[in-house]
């Protein structure tokens, strides 16, 4: 690689393909060809004079040479944003890309809601949207995978730097008919999760905030949810809860438009602990910049304009 070649671009592809541990993730990630990311690699494998991953049946490992090289070249990357920020700055308007990280069920509307106002007041900031739960949004934000993430908690922790958008209730969530052929209370009191019982559930699979709040309440209790299978997608969850007689714990306005139509019931859980609060992280291991500082701003009233829109969703 002529010294010219060694350019920001090869770096970045080096750190993204070290953090997600796959050359075809890291290639998605960046919006490039797999085939430019292993060519990439290769030439810097060259460049540094040894290998900088090994391949795994999964993707692939970092060597010793790339964990001594990573936080160093994350400085100096981290280096040239600020620079270039520096230098867009003198220009008067914010420009660049931000990476946020949003749990799914708030994926779709904030991103969409965010573009049509970028659009207009910002046009050279650019959005990055990666879809997770919250736990793996935790994970991008200490790698420093994104400059913004929003999180759920179901436990009353104060942190420095979490804002608290909205709080939602928990539901038990199945078909009309699956109703019927369980036990629960509907009218006489109020649902509890120790009233659930053998009630088949579909939850996310851990590490997940919400089966961590169920973790302990069953460590608590001593009793045992009847959970049948574990999906780590909304999309998934909803189509076996349309399917099967099934039940999830969700908010309502993860399938708002479901209930709307008729095609799945809900029932309140009366349980404290499992109060759903959507809480808005900016990232501490990437810098700070005049875009992604500008985003931040903008997601409160976002959140309360969905709010006014569809009251299900939760209360700010």
Do not use: K
């Not at 169920?214 to 460590?219: V, Y």
């Amino acid at each position: 690689m002529a010294d010219e070649e060694l350019n920001l671009r090869a770096l970045r592809v080096f750190v993204e393909t070290a953090q997600l541990q796959s050359i075809t993730r890291a290639a998605v990630s960046l919006g490039i060809a797999q085939s430019a990311v292993s060519r990439m690699v290769a030439e810097l494998e060259r460049r540094f004079g040894g290998r900088l991953f090994l391949r795994t049946g999964r993707g692939v490992a970092p060597t010793p040479l790339t964990l001594d090289l990573l936080p160093r070249i994350m400085s100096l990357l981290a280096d040239a944003g600020e620079l270039d920020e520096r230098a867009r700055y003198q220009s008067g308007s914010p420009a660049g890309l931000v990476i946020l990280g949003l749990v799914p069920a708030w994926a779709g509307p904030i991103a969409s809601r965010l573009l049509s106002g970028l659009r207009e007041e910002l046009p050279r900031v650019r959005l990055r949207v990666l879809e997770g739960y919250s736990g793996e949004i935790e994970e991008w934000l200490a790698s420093g995978r994104i400059d913004i993430g929003m999180l759920n908690r179901y436990q009353r922790v104060r942190q420095i730097g979490h804002r608290r958008l909205l709080t939602s209730d928990m539901h038990l969530i199945g078909r009309p008919a699956s109703f019927r052929h369980i036990s629960v209370p509907r009218d006489a009191e109020p649902l509890t999760l120790r009233a659930l019982g053998a009630c088949p559930l579909v939850l996310p699979s851990r590490p997940n905030a919400l089966r961590s709040a169920l973790d302990a309440w069953q460590h608590d209790s001593g009793q045992v949810l009847n959970i049948v299978i574990e999906a780590d997608a909304y999309s998934i969850i909803r189509r076996l809860l349309l399917d099967h007689d099934l039940f999830s714990i969700l908010p309502a306005h993860a399938v708002a438009e479901e209930l709307a139509a008729g095609m799945l019931a809900a029932e309140l859980i009366h349980e404290r602990e499992l109060r759903q609060s959507v809480m808005l992280v900016p990232g501490s291991h990437r810098p700070s910049t005049q875009a992604s500082r500008a985003v931040l701003q903008r997601i409160p009233g976002v959140v309360r304009e969905l709010l006014a829109e569809g009251p299900s969703r939760g209360r700010a």
